[in-house]
């Protein structure tokens, strides 16, 4: 099993959808979570933290399940600018472990 | 924010020879930085953690001698891979953490092509 799991891509949806990726790790040691986002050729850039509570970032939202050990992010109103490969990232003992991304493409 | 700086950019070379990239953190100090190679439609795979003053420490079926890294200061990391292939073509990228628990921040990837 791998060590952070993501739903497979590719996502293609319209302008103005709402869209939601979903994430397993299975070290329950973990410590930190977060989203990155990765366009072509780049290097990824944090998207969000991801909190147990749950948080909000203007289209975007994070939810992490301890228990479940599961991770979550949800874009609404999906713009053509947010075209990416979306990394769902692990910290655990410092290290950073990422899941294989999700690309997503926004079609006008 | 902070800053990672990342060089070469793209690098081309002949098989058989050697390559350094560097890893630099800017504006903080890092004890430790994280080396990772992502192949076209991948993720982004660990490869080793660079420790400032002391060994690395390589993940499982990374080639240690194959893949150099130094930490000799608490700013910089270098990788050079060494009688490159081209199957060592790829995209080299590092990262820094500033604490424990906080976000990684990148340098801006070295793509190596190997001929």
């Known amino acids: 099993r791998k060590e952070v799991e993501q739903d497979p891509g590719p996502f293609n949806v319209p302008e103005g959808a709402t869209v939601a990726f979903n994430c397993t790790y299975s070290n329950s040691a973990s410590q930190s979570f977060f989203w990155y986002r990765q366009d072509c050729r780049k290097e990824p850039k944090l998207l969000m933290s991801?909190?147990?509570s749950g948080n909000e970032d203007g289209r975007f939202t994070a939810q992490l399940n301890r228990a479940s050990q599961y991770i979550s992010l949800l874009i609404r109103d999906s713009k053509l600018s947010d075209s990416a490969t979306y990394l769902c990232?692990?910290?655990?003992?410092?290290?950073?472990?990422f899941g294989q991304g999700t690309e997503l493409s926004v079609k006008p | 924010g902070a800053v990672v700086s990342q060089h070469p950019s793209r690098v081309i070379c002949k098989s058989g020879t050697s390559v350094k990239i560097e890893c630099r953190s800017l504006d903080f100090q890092a004890t430790t930085m994280f080396w990772y190679r992502q192949f076209p439609k991948q993720s982004l795979m660990l490869m080793a953690t660079s420790n400032e003053g002391s060994k690395a420490t390589y993940e499982q079926g990374v080639e240690k001698d194959k893949f150099l890294i130094n930490h000799a200061s608490l700013t910089l990391s270098t990788l050079t891979v060494t009688s490159a292939h081209p199957e060592d073509s790829s995209f080299y990228i590092c990262s820094a953490l500033p604490g424990q628990n906080t976000e990684a921040f990148f340098g801006q990837g070295t793509r190596l092509t190997v001929v």
């Open positions: 990232v692990v910290n655990w003992g410092g290290k950073l472990i």
């Open positions: 991801v909190y147990s």
